[in-house]
């Protein structure tokens, strides 16, 4: 098994920032494809940023590029979503997802909130 727990979330002005962190525990392998996504109140799940790290493509979506960037820390098993320029329309819940490639299997972290107030 693995376990995801987000953590970083929280209120910020507009054009502020933040960094949430998605520390991973249990069966990991440095090649297993990391993620973030957010979910809005009434709004599906979407893909914020992505790793596929056999490749070490790195995927955002269009509403964030230039603003945010995705990492990860091996040695602390973690990955990080740095935030800059924050809007209002950022206001989500973010999600931490991890593929195991050992497991073949998905995992997904309970979400930490953020607010960006105007």
């Known amino acids: 098994q693995v376990r995801l727990v987000e953590s970083g979330g929280g209120l910020v002005q507009a054009e502020g920032s933040l960094r949430l962190s998605c520390a991973a525990s249990?069966?990991?392998?440095?090649?297993?494809?990391v993620g973030w996504y957010r979910q809005a109140p009434g709004k599906q799940r979407e893909l914020v940023a992505s790793?596929?790290?056999?490749?070490?493509?790195?995927n955002y979506a269009d509403s964030v590029k230039g603003r945010f960037t995705i990492s990860t820390d091996n040695t602390k098993n973690t990955v990080y979503l740095q935030m800059s320029s924050l809007k209002p329309e950022d206001t989500a819940v973010y999600y931490c997802?991890?593929?195991?490639?050992?497991?073949?299997?998905?995992?997904w972290g309970r979400g930490t909130q953020v607010t960006v107030s105007a």
């Open positions: 997802r991890r593929y195991s490639r050992a497991l073949r299997n998905e995992y």
């Open positions: 249990g069966i990991l392998d440095s090649l297993d494809d």
């Open positions: 790793i596929t790290s056999g490749s070490g493509t790195v």
